[in-house]
């Protein structure tokens, strides 16, 4: 049932993206910066996924980066940028509070701090090779974006999306996986091979199922 529920969750991810965007600029800088806190919140869990063993937060990510594409696309280059700094203030801000939650002693009636000390006791190279390969990134995905949009303007937005998130998606994944996960895992093309592919597949279902008429507008409420 893994697989189904998998695309049930890009579908409703593709979902929550397009109100977001009716909010307005300020709305969609929000739900981005709220995908790479999700992302690590979920990071743990683990799935059996068409016979290999994946994490479902991948979602996350390449939301993250269709979002940041949808808002350079209609808000521009400064509010993309604006939104990956939010983003990394938030995930450092979710990591600090995190270990401080973890800080304070439980009390002899509390039954969730075991549940949160897995959860959020991270290893800190993990935590750290998250940011870095987010924060490298997005702004190579802005800027690379941005690229595109002045050198192949005709193109249509979904495929200047599709080019621009399997590039940084490629990169996040070797990134993150030599940097978090070297040492770590017995097989780490594996890994890296897997990992891309299910991003890919994400990639194109997220940028397929948000393609918008021109007579769609952003609203603020």
């Not at 806190?37 to 390449?62: E, H, P, R, W």
């Not at 280059?77 to 801000?93: G, I, N």
């Not at 940084?168 to 091979?193: A, E, K, M, N, R």
Request: net charge neutral; charged share 10%.
């Amino acid at each position: 049932m893994n697989e189904w529920f998998f695309f049930l969750h890009l579908a409703l991810v593709s979902l929550f993206l397009w109100p977001a965007y009716r909010f307005g600029r300020e709305g969609l800088i929000c739900w981005i910066a709220l995908q790479p806190i999700m992302a690590n919140l979920f990071v743990l869990k683990q799935i059996d996924f068409f016979g290999y063993t994946v994490t479902c937060s991948d979602v996350y990510a390449v939301a993250c980066a269709l979002g940041l594409n949808v808002l350079q696309e209609y808000f521009g280059k400064e509010a993309a940028q604006k939104a990956v700094r939010l983003c990394f203030y938030l995930m450092v801000f979710f990591l600090v509070m995190s270990q401080c939650q973890l800080l304070y002693q439980p009390s002899t009636h509390d039954t969730a701090h075991v549940a949160y000390d897995a959860i959020l006791s991270v290893a800190p190279r993990l935590v750290i090779a998250s940011i870095l390969s987010f924060v490298t990134v997005q702004l190579i995905d802005v800027h690379f974006f941005a690229f595109l949009k002045r050198r192949a303007a005709s193109l249509p937005l979904l495929y200047r999306n599709l080019i621009s998130l399997t590039l940084s998606q490629l990169i996040d994944t070797l990134l993150f996986s030599f940097l978090g996960l070297w040492g770590y895992v017995s097989h780490l093309f594996d890994v890296i091979l897997v990992s891309f592919l299910i991003k890919l597949v994400i990639s194109v279902l997220l940028s397929l199922s948000s393609i918008k008429s021109k007579n769609y507008e952003p609203v603020s409420l």
